[in-house]
């Protein structure tokens, strides 16, 4: 063992024999002011002790010495700084301790909060740089989620609250020089902000779209394999799926011949193909005149007759709103019309054409009905 892993061992220990004998825990620590004076740490560290006040380790009990050792009754550098202390941790130390509390399943379980995140940091490629190799371009945990001020996910002001955990990824992964080093795109915070997801998150405020973690994990933070594309953005995807599962291009992905989802939407981007481009869309891969470009183009056939036969049947809503006539009915079946239009997206990427076809007899169905009323108006 290491005089460092020693080090950290027995300071583990101190952590929680701290939390047990200290007797000026509780009450002299939480809601106090900076400016108590039993307090030996804020003669030089008032700014710290501001800071940490705010965060919710301070509110569960955490004090200075829980971190960094040393003796908080004293007043000045010398005896505050005697015995077990540790001022300012490096990345990998930082990693030990705060693992020292967040990998005890004992202490976590009452807060509701995982056990497993530093196992996890281990098998992501920042622990790799971090805890491998040494490397101090890799983040530690108070990168991600700051050093004193220790803020839950759901507070706003949190560096991992959904809304601001693209800019946090972002402080790293938008960095030119840092990614050249490791031949990384610096686009992604870009391309993500003006996706669905990102408009989703970011101008919606719908916490239910992915931000970076969604699809990448927090500490075991990976892009996803080849042939697990399509298993992550079924977390929210499910029926779309299904239907890619079941049809020729699940089997591709399953054999690492495709790179599933991101074949046709990207990954950050995650761009729609135009119901008049999906023929293009699938010429990106298919030769032309072969059987995959046909199908595209038969798919892309199908979905815009489908579209063109619900604008028509908007069109004879209109007349019959203008000719003053109730629109309920009308209006019930152009949304089962558009009810089955929809399923036309999801059936889509299964490539079975019979059910496209019958999708489209469903809709072209009610929308002639809809037309045949309009029709009786008119005339």
């Known amino acids: 063992m290491t005089v460092l892993a020693a080090f950290l061992a027995a300071f583990a220990m101190g952590v929680a024999s701290n939390r047990a004998d200290s007797s000026w825990h509780g009450d002299a620590i939480l809601g106090a002011s900076v400016q108590d004076s039993s307090y030996g740490c804020i003669v030089c560290h008032a700014d710290k002790r501001r800071a940490f006040v705010l965060g919710v380790h301070s509110e569960r009990g955490i004090h200075c010495d829980d971190c960094h050792g040393g003796d908080p009754s004293a007043f000045e550098t010398a005896p505050a700084h005697r015995g077990r202390f540790l001022g300012v941790p490096d990345k990998g130390e930082t990693v030990q301790l705060c693992g020292s509390c967040h990998s005890d399943p004992n202490q976590m379980r009452q807060y509701g909060l995982p056990s497993g995140q530093i196992a996890e940091l281990r098998t992501s490629k920042h622990g790799e740089l971090l805890l491998e190799q040494r490397n101090w371009d890799a983040p530690t945990c108070t990168d991600c989620h700051e050093v004193h001020t220790v803020l839950r996910p759901d507070d706003a002001r949190s560096r991992v609250h959904p809304t601001n955990i693209p800019a946090t990824c972002g402080s790293c992964h938008d960095d030119e020089t840092l990614m050249a080093k490791y031949g990384l795109p610096t686009d992604e915070l870009t391309r993500y ?3 669905a997801h990102g408009v989703a998150l970011l101008e919606k405020e719908n916490f239910a779209a992915p931000t970076c973690i969604g ?15 399509v298993n992550v953005c079924s977390h929210c995807h499910v029926l779309l799926g299904r239907e890619f599962g079941r049809g020729p291009h699940g ?5 690492g011949q495709l790179a599933g989802c991101i074949g046709c939407h990207s990954n950050h981007g995650t761009e729609r193909p135009a119901i008049d481009e999906i023929a293009q869309a699938c010429a990106n891969c298919h030769a032309p005149g072969s059987d995959g470009a046909m199908m595209g183009a038969l798919i892309e056939e199908r979905v815009l007759a489908a579209q063109h036969d619900l604008d028509r049947a908007a069109h004879a809503i209109e ?3 203008e000719a003053g006539r109730d629109v309920s009915d009308e209006r019930f079946r152009y949304q089962a019309a558009y009810t089955q239009f929809a399923q036309m997206a999801k059936v889509q990427h299964s ?3 019979e059910e496209l076809d019958d999708l489209g007899l469903r ?3 009610n929308v002639e009905i809809i037309e045949r009323t309009a029709e009786v108006v008119r005339d």
């Not at 996803?224 to 594309?229: C, H, I, R, S």
């Not at 089997?251 to 054999?255: E, G, H, S, V």
Request: with cysteine.
């Open 215 to 229: 699809c990448h994990g927090s500490h075991a933070a990976l892009p996803p394999g080849v042939t697990e594309v």
């Open 193 to 195: 902000r003006e996706s």
């Open 363 to 365: 809709v072209r169905s």
């Open 351 to 353: 490539l079975a054409i």
């Open 319 to 321: 007349q019959l709103v």
């Open 251 to 255: 089997a591709a992905t399953r054999n």
